[in-house]
């Protein structure tokens, strides 16, 4: 199975080719430009560097959220029209799960507890039992605010995720943090995923596949309080 794989839920991101869970090579994206300019042209190096052409990939992988709106956005949309373009098929994945999959195992068992920060004083939390392949999700993927994150965890958790770099200092003493290097979801990681959840029988059809964003936009909430007040 060839998979070409997308990550462009976050201010950094990157495309990976895979042969079934073997990474074959794995491009950043240009930090200095948002994804919709540079995600294409990371594509098109990603493809000649592995001597593929655009036919050749079977699976496209891409995170489905939650992450940044425009980010999600251009990944997704991406990934359906060039699937569609090549006649390849997709599978999305939940950025917080890519984020738990990359930490390491841990021998006491703990449970992990994947966050992005979602503005606004919140994150976005998925917290997941078991190790490696095996983890699981213990529940939906949410919304908290930071104190009562915070105010929830003890020595059972480890904790991970992108949203730790602006959290220094306030976890708990006896919680421990994976280290920095596992916390930003890779391509490389969303292929392995979805590489695994296509082998169990994930279809992502391409009309319907949607990013997942856990709120409206602020956009839309500022449209939605103005019709209320024209109702009042």
Not at 42 to 71: C, H, I, K
Not at 166 to 174: D, T
Request: hydrophobic share 45%; no cysteine; aromatic share 6%.
């Amino acid at each position: 199975m060839r998979i070409l794989a997308l990550e462009t839920s976050g201010k950094s991101g990157s495309v990976a080719a895979l042969r079934g869970d073997v990474l074959l090579a794995e491009e950043p994206l240009e930090p200095s430009q948002r994804s919709a300019q540079s995600l294409a042209p990371a594509m098109r190096q990603l493809l000649e560097a592995v001597d593929w052409t655009p036919r050749d990939v079977q699976l496209v992988a891409v995170t489905l959220g939650p992450g940044s709106f425009t980010g999600l956005r251009v990944g997704v949309t991406t990934a359906k029209t060039f699937a569609y373009a090549v006649g390849a098929e997709v599978v999305a994945v939940n950025t917080l799960e890519v984020i738990a999959r990359q930490a390491p195992d841990d021998p006491a068992g703990r449970k992990l507890s994947a966050v992005l920060d979602a503005g606004r004083g919140e994150l976005f939390i998925g917290a997941f039992t078991g190790s490696g392949s095996q983890r699981a999700w213990m529940g939906p993927p949410a919304i908290q605010s930071v104190e009562t994150w915070l105010a929830g965890l003890d020595a059972g958790w480890r904790v991970t995720g992108p949203a730790l770099a602006r959290l220094a200092g306030r976890l708990p003493v006896e919680i421990e943090q994976v280290g920095a290097e596992f916390w930003y979801p890779a391509a490389a990681t969303v292929g392995r995923l979805a590489a695994a959840k296509y082998a169990a029988g994930q279809r992502d059809d391409l009309w319907t596949l949607a990013p997942l964003y856990l709120r409206k936009s602020a956009a839309e909430e500022k449209e939605e309080g103005g019709r209320r007040k024209e109702e009042g």
